[in-house]
T-cell receptor
Framework: NAGVTQTPKFQVLKTGQSMTLQCAQD?????MYWYRQDPGMGLRLIYY???????DKGEVPNGYNVSRLNKREFSLRLESAAPSQTSVYFC?????????????FGNGTRLTVT | AQSVAQPEDQVNVAEGNPLTVKCTYS??????LFWYVQYPNRGLQFLLK??????LVKGSYGFEAEFNKSQTSFHLKKPSALVSDSALYFC?????????????FGKGTRHHFLT
């Protein structure tokens, strides 16, 4: 029972490099999310997708792009990484069968940009 | 647009004493509110959620939360804290009238076990 799977677990990038963080869920959830966690800033929403084929900006979308590839997968892309994007990134998903169904989180990706 | 605030960065409670972690919110209408916990070097786990009409909601690990509509608060409580409750606690809110599914979090409150 995998739940939400994020890859990679760790990544180090140089400034200006690009990369894609992968997220997949096997719970048939409609909604998927990307958050970043920084000390003292809590969890901030980057992008989310309420259904396959739709994406919306969250609180801090600048410098990121997303793709909802299908119902299972939601990827986050950094086109030109900056040190300010050093963070822990969490993917989450939830069913929209109930209005207050909770989020299920992946284990996170720790990204360092030098 | 919805917002959520956790006014305390940290709370320190001795084992056996009551633990309270505060959360206030701003949405239009009845909110969808949640509490999550993050143990050291772990991911986030769901603790409990507000259910419309229930002012006291019970959740996992002996936690409960008190909803107060007039004060727009949803404080997390545990009557008798354990050492193992040392963690980072997050409050989250979803606007019920939003046509999308945006869920935002507070900045988190860290609970340290007070010796």
């Amino acid at each position: 029972n995998a739940g939400v799977t994020q890859t990679p677990k760790f990544q180090v990038l140089k400034t200006g490099q690009s990369m894609t963080l992968q997220c997949a869920q096997d719970m048939n959830h409609n909604s998927m999310y990307w958050y970043r966690q920084d000390p003292g800033m809590g969890l901030r929403l980057i992008y989310y997708s309420a259904s396959e084929g739709t994406t919306d900006k969250g609180e801090v979308p600048n410098g990121y792009n997303v793709s909802r590839l299908n119902k299972r997968e939601f990827s986050l892309r950094l086109e030109s990484a900056a040190p300010s994007q050093t963070s822990v990134y969490f993917c989450a998903s939830r069913t929209t069968g109930g209005n207050n169904s909770p989020l299920h989180f992946g284990n996170g990706t720790r990204l360092t940009v030098t | 647009a919805q917002s959520v605030a956790q006014p305390e960065d940290q709370v320190n409670v001795a084992e056996g004493n009551p633990l309270t972690v505060k959360c206030t919110y701003s949405v239009s209408g009845n909110p969808y509110l949640f509490w999550y916990v993050q143990y050291p070097n772990r991911g986030l786990q769901f603790l409990l959620k507000y259910i419309t009409g229930d002012n006291l909601v019970k959740g996992s690990y002996g936690f409960e939360a008190e909803f107060n509509k007039s004060q727009t608060s949803f404080h997390l409580k545990k009557p008798s804290a354990l050492v193992s409750d040392s963690a980072l606690y997050f409050c989250a809110v979803r606007d019920p009238r939003g046509r999308d599914d945006k869920i935002i979090f507070g900045k988190g409150t860290r609970h340290h076990f007070l010796t």
